[in-house]
T-cell receptor
Framework: AQKITQTQPGMFVQEKEAVTLDCTYD???????LFWYKQPSSGEMIFLIY??????QNATEGRYSLNFQKARKSANLVISASQLGDSAMYFC????????????FGTGTRLKVLA | EAQVTQNPRYLITVTGKKLTVTCSQN?????MSWYRQDPGLGLRQIYY???????DKGDVPEGYKVSRKEKRNFPLILESPSPNQTSLYFC???????????????FGNGTRLTVT
C-alpha cells in the first residue's frame, strides 16, 4: 500500500543555512510523482516542487531542491539559504500513476528558522 | 484567475446539525478531493472524485458524504456532525489522467470547522 513517512515532527535551522527535510515513500507502482507543499501559519497550501519517478535528475526550483534516491525510496527536500519566511509546516506527498491517481500525504515537518 | 474556491472559511456548529462545505474550481479539472488536517496526522483523504458522477472513499470517509453532479463543484456534506469532526478541511483539484501525474494539487483556502 502507498505510504509516505516524514520522521521529523519539528526542526530548527539558523537563518542563511541549508536544511534537509526527510521523506520516504512506499509504493508498488513504477510510475509516480512526488511533491512537496508548504503550509505557512496562515494555513494555505503552497506547491513547492515536483519529482517524477522516471526523472533522472533531481528537481530544483529556486532555493528548493529535491534529493531523489529511488532505490532508497526517499525524496528529501533541501532548502538552501534559509529565510525567516521559510518557517512553516512542510508536507511530502505522492501520487501514483495508475489506477486512482490518488494523492497521499505525510504527517508533515514543522520548520522554524532562527534569526 | 485559476482557483479553487471553498466556503465558508470558518464554521462553528452544534452536534447533529447538517452542514455543507462548498468547493468549486474553474480549471476544468477532472480530479477533486477532500482532506482533513489534524495535528500530528497530516492530511487525510476523505473522498475523491475522478470525474462527474464518479466518487470514491478515501481513508477517513465515515460521517461524510459528497456529490459530483457538475465538473466544477464538489461539496462536502456532514449529515450529523460530531465533535470528532472538528478539523481543518481542504478541497483540492488537479487533472486526472496519466498526463496529469506531474500536476500538483490546487488547494482551496481551507475551512476550519468546530463542532460543539
Amino acid at each position: 500500500a502507498q505510504k509516505i513517512t516524514q520522521t521529523q515532527p519539528g526542526m530548527f535551522v539558523q537563518e542563511k543555512e541549508a536544511v534537509t527535510l526527510d521523506c520516504t515513500y512506499d509504493t508498488s507502482d513504477q510510475s509516480y510523482g512526488l511533491f512537496w507543499y508548504k503550509q505557512p501559519s496562515s494555513g494555505e497550501m503552497i506547491f513547492l516542487i515536483y519529482q517524477g519517478s522516471y526523472d533522472e535528475q533531481n528537481a530544483t526550483e529556486g532555493r528548493y531542491s529535491l534529493n531523489f534516491q529511488k532505490a532508497r525510496k526517499s525524496a528529501n527536500l533541501v532548502i538552501s539559504a534559509s529565510q525567516l519566511g521559510d518557517s512553516a509546516m512542510y508536507f511530502c506527498a505522492m501520487r501514483e500513476g495508475t489506477g486512482t491517481y490518488k494523492y497521499i500525504f505525510g504527517t508533515g515537518t514543522r520548520l522554524k528558522v532562527l534569526a | 484567475e485559476a482557483q479553487v474556491t471553498q466556503n465558508p472559511r470558518y464554521l462553528i456548529t452544534v452536534t447533529g446539525k447538517k452542514l455543507t462545505v462548498t468547493c468549486s474550481q474553474n480549471m476544468n479539472h477532472e480530479y477533486m478531493s477532500w482532506y482533513r488536517q489534524d495535528p500530528g496526522l497530516g492530511l487525510r483523504q476523505i473522498y475523491y472524485s475522478m470525474n462527474v458522477e464518479v466518487t470514491d472513499k478515501g481513508d477517513v470517509p465515515e460521517g461524510y458524504k459528497v456529490s459530483r453532479k457538475e465538473k466544477r463543484n464538489f461539496p462536502l456534506i456532514l449529515e450529523s456532525p460530531s465533535p470528532n469532526q472538528t478539523s481543518l478541511y481542504f478541497c483540492a483539484s488537479s487533472p486526472h489522467s496519466l498526463a496529469g501525474i506531474n500536476s500538483p494539487l490546487h488547494f482551496g483556502n481551507g475551512t476550519r470547522l468546530t463542532v460543539t
